[in-house]
């Protein structure tokens, strides 16, 4: 199924993986949270073979075992395409983000929570990582107070779409940049260390 992907695919659809989710009784993560925690993940250097992939978000959510197929197969494509958007030189990376039939709010909402996943997922390999630049500080810092603001946001406007979408293109370049000081070229380091604790 997933063979022809000579290209960078596109995410899974977010309202497809939120009804995933609410099967499996996952009331607690949203998916723009659980996106923004898997990236945060990669961009701390973790990368998992498919078990260790499902256990771990199994345990993120508070499951101890993930049931349904479905939610196997797009979490796996969640992983492998947010993977590659990140490692490619084209700065393709997506957010997992509803899309624009949604509420502002929502929307807003969603960037909040894909910024406190991101800051979660990364704080669990950080200790790796003994010395960060003092620009990833800042943008890890930046990440912190969006994921603040648009918790708080309420109003919805033209202009406030302009602005979210501002804010959007930065909290990606911001994981970009992260993930650019975190994982040094792949030349021979090792791809596979799922690091469980």
Known sequence: MTDDKSTIGQLPDFDTLANSLIEEGVL??????????????LAAGARFDPDTLLRVVAELMDLDILNGENI?????ELYQTTLAQLQSTEFSLQLLMPDDVHQLEQRADALGGWCSGFLSGFGLYAARHAKLSEEVTET?????QIAQIAAESEAAGD?????LMEVYEYVRMAALLVFTECNPEP???DEKQPLLH
Do not use: C, R
């Open 187 to 189: 030349d021979d380091t």
């Open 28 to 41: 607690t993560v949203a998916p723009s949270e659980l996106h923004g925690m898997l990236s945060g993940q």
């Open 140 to 144: 890890l810092h930046d990440l912190a």
């Open 72 to 76: 196997k197969l797009i979490l796996l």
């Open 159 to 163: 202009e406030d779409e302009a602005d």
